[in-house]
């Protein structure tokens, strides 16, 4: 069958014995118009270097579905957690009993040595909107390190938020890391999963161990770049800016969520480099 001309996919017309009207030739001109649709697309959301570096198949390294990647696309994330965090000076993000340099209603205790918290809602307590229960610094943090362990029971949840300037709204004003039992999903995951970025962008694998196991988590941001890694593997180098998170503010609270499920945290550390 002969192509139509030039003429016709411009001006959608097909003439025949009876009448002109104004139809769209859709098998011969879809093609085209579907090139310049994509082209349009990539030319208005380019990745950065760091986005396509981390853009790999999403799966848990300790998965059965790990096998089908190679050593090369696993090494490629793969970092030491101790000499990513080596040139900062620490200080605890909680002190005492009393939690020092944090705020809190929740029922958030200290157990051991002291290093360890656990948060066992009180009766009563559920869901994830009692915002005033999260364990909240006491200052605003725009640039900063942060290095902790935490762990859940089988279908926990919990979150990482900063740079939250409401706290009674934190997830409309801030930035949250989810934190939750995701383990089984494999490569299913998405930004709603262990180590998303909430309403901006999934992990570049999923790291996260199995309910009951301590997770390491280190999450380093600067300016408009966030560098997050869990378990051994980095799962986040994005710059916010050119997220949907671009308009939340530059500066303010951190927090972990209380969900209403058990949760455990410790060796919580926190730097705050110098501008």
């Not at 085209?32 to 082209?39: E, F």
């Not at 926990?156 to 009674?168: A, L, M």
């Not at 050119?242 to 919580?268: C, E, M, Y």
Request: proline share 5%; with cysteine.
């Amino acid at each position: 069958m002969d192509q139509p001309s030039e003429a016709i996919c411009r001006d959608y017309k097909i003439q025949d014995n009876k009448e002109s009207e104004p139809i769209m030739n859709y098998f011969t001109c879809r093609p085209m118009i579907a090139l310049t649709v994509l082209l349009l697309i990539s030319t208005a959301f380019p990745c950065t270097a760091q986005e396509k570096k981390l853009k790999k198949k999403r799966v848990a390294p300790t998965s059965p579905e790990a096998s089908a990647l190679t050593g090369k696309e696993i090494d490629e994330l793969r970092v030491d957690m101790d000499n990513v965090v080596k040139s900062f000076e620490f200080h605890p993000f909680f002190e005492g009993s009393e939690l020092k340099g944090t705020t809190t209603t929740g029922n958030w205790k200290l157990q051991g040595d002291g290093k360890e918290l656990f948060l066992h809602p009180r009766e009563g307590e559920e869901g994830w909107k009692r915002y005033s229960a999260y364990l909240w610094s006491d200052k605003p943090y725009r640039d900063f390190v942060i290095d902790f362990e935490f762990k859940f029971e089988t279908d926990g949840n919990s979150g990482f938020y900063f740079r939250v300037g409401d706290q009674n709204d934190p997830v409309e004003g801030g930035c949250e890391l989810q934190l939750n039992d995701t383990h089984a999903k494999g490569d299913e995951i998405n930004h709603h999963d262990m180590g998303g970025l909430l309403r901006a962008h999934p992990a570049a694998v999923n790291a996260g161990k199995k309910a009951g196991e301590w997770n390491r988590a280190i999450v380093h941001v600067e300016r408009n770049r966030m560098r997050a890694y869990l378990n051994g593997l980095q799962i986040h180098d994005i710059d916010l800016s050119k997220t949907p998170l671009s308009d939340r503010p530059a500066i303010g609270f951190i927090g972990f969520q209380d969900h209403g499920l058990d949760f455990w945290l410790r060796n919580v550390r926190i730097a705050a480099p110098t501008p």
